[in-house]
């Protein structure tokens, strides 16, 4: 009876996970076929589209505390949107009928992402920081309806009844 050598299971466990290496998940080598993105007038991906770039402020008006007709503020700013849907705000503005919030800040710089309903012309700001509490300049909560007019944006931010607390008309740059 021959001689059994003390390697032979090592070389057997070696063959064995040489043999089990080649068995690895591999890529799948036929596409998932996937419904084209709706990039038509409208759709989520135009409105993205339009929202990108840098705008600067033309126009702000806002509802006094008491509610009534839109009183124009003097302010000045810019917005930039990415192709990522982050959103950044600055503005500024000493007009004496902004808010106090707005009026003691040298600079209101804001960002944060924007949530798109392009079914409803909406966007909803999300996980917004700035240079003073967000909710007390921005308020966050509200919904913002968004309107293109050739090279123009207007956001309208909405109070929960659907009433229109502020609008701000932005012009691409």
């Known amino acids: 009876m021959p001689k059994r050598s003390s390697l032979a299971p090592l070389v057997a466990g070696a063959a064995t996970l040489c043999v089990l290496a080649g068995c690895a998940k591999t890529a799948r080598e036929r596409p998932i076929q996937m419904g084209p993105v709706n990039t038509g007038a409208g759709s989520l991906e135009a409105v993205r589209r339009q929202l990108e770039g840098h705008w600067e402020l033309v126009s702000l008006a806002v509802a006094p505390a008491g509610g009534g007709t839109l009183v124009p503020l003097d302010a000045r700013g810019t917005l930039t949107y990415d192709e990522y849907g982050n959103l950044t705000v600055d503005a500024h503005t000493k007009d004496p009928n902004a808010p106090q919030a707005a009026r003691s800040a040298n600079l209101l710089a804001f960002s944060g992402r924007a ?9 909803k700001l999300m996980d917004v920081t700035g240079s003073v509490d967000p909710n007390t300049v921005i308020s966050t909560e509200r919904r913002r309806r968004y309107a293109f007019e050739g090279d123009l944006l207007k956001l309208s931010s909405l109070q929960p009844d659907g009433q229109v607390a ?7 740059r």
């Open 115 to 123: 949530v798109i309903d392009a079914a409803k012309s909406e966007l």
């Open 166 to 172: 502020a609008t701000a008309t932005w012009r691409r």
